[in-house]
């Protein structure tokens, strides 16, 4: 298994920063999400005409691979031009990751809106990701679902992803665990068949509010995440998300990144021979 790092953790540095550091740090991978303050990536000089030319040269003589590109496309409104919106955003979005190599684009459902009911919302999201999937065929690139929000859990994810057979998931399990106090055995079990991508982070409840701490200090079940990876054998990349941009005040990318990447080279770097989900009890932290 092989470990990335989600920009997040440094949502204002621009592109050589974040790849030195990844690079210095061990990491094998880059996820694309903030840069130099831009969520919209294909705004970004760095991503357009002569300019992208150089960035994919930087990239290939990193080494790293460009894992994903997280879009903040949701398809949750009730009100359709906005979720066309989302879509136009996201074929952008896919045409940028086909220029950089990248598989696939994440995308949210994200929240059931006031007013809205939980089928309807399940319909506009089912709706917009298979439209999604049919505008980004051309690119060849996937679109991913993450885990997240009010479709955190692994039911939530599956009233989704019964009418979506070209959808796969990022799978956070971090969010079933704060949002639905969802177990990631549980979680993992139930999605196994979709997951493509894994995020990973620690997190500690400190007085009913859940905050991002170095990973090892916290209280979320990782060990109980990693049963679960061993078990469906997953090969993919494991995402360190350092939530850096929502949380300002925790360490910074210089600190929290390398020490991700030593964590789990001491503790997951040689994942077990696979089993089925179905004969795992349990799992400790």
């Known amino acids: 298994m092989k470990i990335s790092l989600s920009t997040l953790a440094c949502p204002n540095w621009t592109l050589p920063q974040a790849v030195e550091l990844a690079g210095r740090s061990g990491y094998d991978g880059l996820e694309l999400r903030f840069l130099e303050g831009e969520d919209f990536l294909w705004k970004l000089p760095a991503f357009q005409g002569r300019e992208l030319h150089y960035t994919r040269r930087l990239i290939s003589e990193s080494g790293l691979a460009i894992v994903c590109l997280d879009t903040s496309c949701r398809f949750d409104s009730p009100d359709p031009l906005e979720r066309e919106k989302w879509l136009s955003e996201g074929e952008r979005m896919s045409e940028l990751a086909a220029k950089l190599g990248a598989p696939a684009i994440r995308v949210f459902g994200d929240r059931i809106q006031t007013g809205a009911d939980r089928e309807a919302t399940v319909t506009w999201i089912s709706d917009s990701l298979n439209l999604l999937v049919e505008r980004s065929r051309d690119s060849s690139v996937e679109v991913w679902l993450e885990t997240h929000g009010d479709f955190a859990s692994a039911a939530d994810v599956q009233a989704v992803l019964s009418d979506c057979p070209e959808v796969q998931i990022i799978w956070d399990p971090a969010c079933a665990i704060v949002e639905r106090s969802e177990r990631p055995l549980e979680s993992g079990r139930a999605l196994q068949r979709w997951i493509r991508h894994v995020h990973i982070k620690d997190l500690r409840n400190e007085n009913g509010s859940w905050t ?37 005040s925790i360490e910074v990318a210089e600190i929290a990144v390398p020490h991700f990447a030593n964590w789990f080279r001491s503790h997951w770097s040689a994942l077990g021979p696979a089993h089925s989900l179905d004969t795992v009890q349990g799992g400790t932290r």
């Open 212 to 248: 991002p701490v170095l990973t090892g200090e916290g209280t979320l079940p990782l060990s109980e995440i990693r049963t679960v990876l061993e078990t469906i054998g997953y090969s993919g990349f494991l995402s360190f998300e350092w939530e850096k941009k929502w949380h300002p």
